[in-house]
């Protein structure tokens, strides 16, 4: 189990209509927090998934309105992941969060929740902290989605093992 | 999972929500500020001059069907063009009544003359239709497309129904203008000033008297199960009508239905996924020994759910009620069935009912209101911003575009 600690940058790779406006200077920043868990398939491969709370800022512009957007998600990775040596680990998967606030969910309506593709590297740095970077990229929602959380992500942060192994402490 | 696990699930999914704060590009006085003549916009603008103490009275009682007495004045491009006094004002609506911003209901003293259109203003009437003469009206505050979980947008409503207008359905409706409303020279909000669907509502557009209409209403009742209330009209009428759908009596269905009419009464309903239909939002009327025909209106849950549903089961969907029982008796009939689908067919490929058909008249409404929606918003937050409402505004037809697509994909298939 680990804590885990991203900030990120987000952005649209083009500009998009909210009916006749143009959306523009869009940009936006997060920061994540939560505990994921790794599960071993295999002496190389292992399962990967966890819960986030993720804090969304964005900014642009359209229509008559500068506007500033702050949005609050949960966040679910369902990853899987590859050991390439002792300090370095490869994964990927998808990123699932709540596309629609609380208020307008319903078990009926579409794009309740959006799942982002999602690649992960992460650099064991001494015997309990990693390094991390990720890109988050979704193809896949209408862009009228995109305004307050944008479809490209960078995303850098540490995480720390809060549990070690028998094998690391015999180490 | 421990308690700590599932507390921290809890919190994180409850706490999901998103907030717009915006400064404007322009600049726009505070809503406290501007008044019915001084307000820049090409919109009529409604002025409602009543007793406030009466007024506030009645805004906080809502629930109990309070009427007060005032003066309805209209100006269009600062000019004052309708004056009617002795006005009854009274709050309507079901459940949109408990938002902030109520519709008003209407009634004059007596007729009042709209030939020159200087009341309500539609551009396009359907041809069987008249709005010459009116004797109630209402100002609606788009039911339940002002409320912000349902992504407002306050054209919602009205666009659906223009929409069926300009297809040239052969629909009963009701013909709305966006207006900008204050109550003694206050800013009110932003609503649609359209005619009734009562049977004072239904006589004028037809030319006749409210006596000869002969009206019933379907809701939900509250312990399961249908209300039918007889609003106006000869009682026995209706219960044969109803009895006739209880008992399957098709022959007797098909000679007493205006069967072009409720045709394109199911098929727009069941295109645009109006999901507060059929068990709920159903009026239908006869004029003296006429035909039944089915009134349309309220059309502000379409498209929010159900959109990959198919419309026969989108109609068995509810609970019982008298529209769906009654569509699937005739669609026992091979030559009902056959109109029905060669209809659909016919208004799909026609193309009145395309996604950019429904675009260019979303785009109009929103930028008939684009100018005076600052105020609206400053005054109610619903939507938060004029980001949110244009991020609404493109949902609508993203909305709109899914279930189109689906259902040409649909009757291609099928």
């Known amino acids: ?48 998934t966890g819960l986030y709370g993720k804090y969304i800022f964005t900014a642009g512009q359209v229509g008559f309105s500068r506007y500033k957007a702050h949005s609050y998600k949960f966040f679910v990775p369902l990853n899987s992941g590859y050991q390439i040596n002792p300090q370095w680990r490869l994964m990927g998967g998808v990123g699932i969060k709540n596309n629609r606030d609380l208020q307008n969910f319903h078990i009926r309506s579409s794009h309740n929740l959006r799942y982002d593709l999602m690649i992960r ?33 960078l995303i850098f942060g540490i995480s720390y093992s809060l549990f070690q192994s028998s094998q690391s402490r015999n180490n | 999972m421990s308690k700590p696990q599932i507390f921290l699930l809890l919190l994180v999914i409850l706490s999901s929500c998103t907030d717009f704060r915006e400064k404007l590009i322009y600049e726009f006085p505070s809503y406290q500020l501007i008044h019915p003549l001084t ?13 406030q103490v009466q007024y506030d009275y009645m805004y906080e009682n809502f629930e109990e069907d309070i009427n007060i007495y005032g003066t309805l004045s209209i100006y269009r491009n600062q000019e004052l063009v309708f004056e009617a006094g002795n ?11 408990f938002y902030d911003l109520k519709s008003i209901g209407i009634r004059f003293e007596e007729p009042q003359i709209n030939d020159g259109r ?3 203003n539609n551009y396009d009437l359907l041809p069987f239709h008249n709005i010459d003469l009116l004797e109630s009206i209402r100002l609606r505050n788009s039911g339940n497309d002002f409320n912000i979980a349902r992504n407002a947008t306050m054209i919602k409503d009205i666009s659906y129904t223009r929409m069926a207008i300009d297809a040239g359905l052969n629909l009963d409706l009701m013909y709305a203008e966006q207006a900008v409303v204050f109550v003694n020279n206050r800013f009110l909000g932003v ?21 000869q209409i002969s009206l019933m209403k379907v809701s939900p009742a509250q312990e399961g199960g249908i209300d039918i209330e007889v609003q106006n009209g000869r009682y026995h009428k209706i219960k044969t009508f109803l009895e006739a759908i209880e008992n399957q009596n098709l022959n007797f269905l098909l000679n007493e239905i205006d069967i072009p009419n409720f045709i394109d009464y199911i098929i727009f309903n069941t295109f645009i996924g109006n999901s507060d239909w059929p068990h709920n939002n159903v009026k239908v009327f006869a004029i003296g020994d006429g035909l ?13 759910l159900h959109k990959t549903q198919e419309p026969l089961s989108f109609l068995e969907r509810v609970r019982k009620n008298p529209v769906s029982d ?48 600052p105020f609206h918003i400053e005054r109610y937050r619903q939507p938060s911003a004029m980001a949110e409402w244009y991020r609404n505004i493109e949902l609508l037809n993203v909305q709109f575009q899914q279930r189109a697509e689906y259902m040409e994909q649909l009757m291609i298939e099928q």
């Open chain 2, 39 to 51: 307000i820049e916009t090409h919109l009529p603008v409604v002025n409602i001059e009543v007793s």
């Open chain 1, 121 to 153: 590297s992460s650099y064991l740095n001494g015997s309990r902290w990693h390094l991390n970077a990720a890109i988050m990229y979704n193809p896949f929602l209408p862009r009228v989605y995109l305004v307050s959380d944008p479809h490209l992500a």
């Open chain 2, 87 to 97: 006005t009854r004002f009274g709050i309507k609506g079901g459940a949109s009544r």
């Open chain 2, 118 to 120: 200087n009341i309500i």
């Open chain 2, 191 to 211: 609503m649609n000033l359209r005619t009734e669907s009562t049977a004072r509502g239904i006589s004028r557009k037809y030319n006749t008297t409210p006596d």
């Open chain 2, 292 to 304: 039944f025909r089915f009134f349309m209106f309220d059309l502000d849950h379409s498209n929010l």
């Open chain 2, 326 to 373: 009654l569509f699937f008796i005739l669609y026992e009939n091979e030559e009902f069935k056959t109109t029905f689908y060669d209809r659909y067919i016919e208004l799909l490929s026609s193309g009145v009912l395309h996604p950019e058909v429904f675009t260019e008249i979303t785009t109009q409404h929103y930028k008939n209101i684009e100018n005076v929606m």
């Open chain 1, 1 to 48: 189990m680990y804590a885990d600690f991203s900030v990120g940058y987000a952005v649209n790779a083009s500009g998009f209509n909210l009916g006749q406006e143009r959306v523009v200077n869009m940009h936006g920043t997060s920061l994540q927090s939560g505990l994921y868990a790794n599960f071993a398939l295999s002496s190389k491969w292992f399962f990967e």
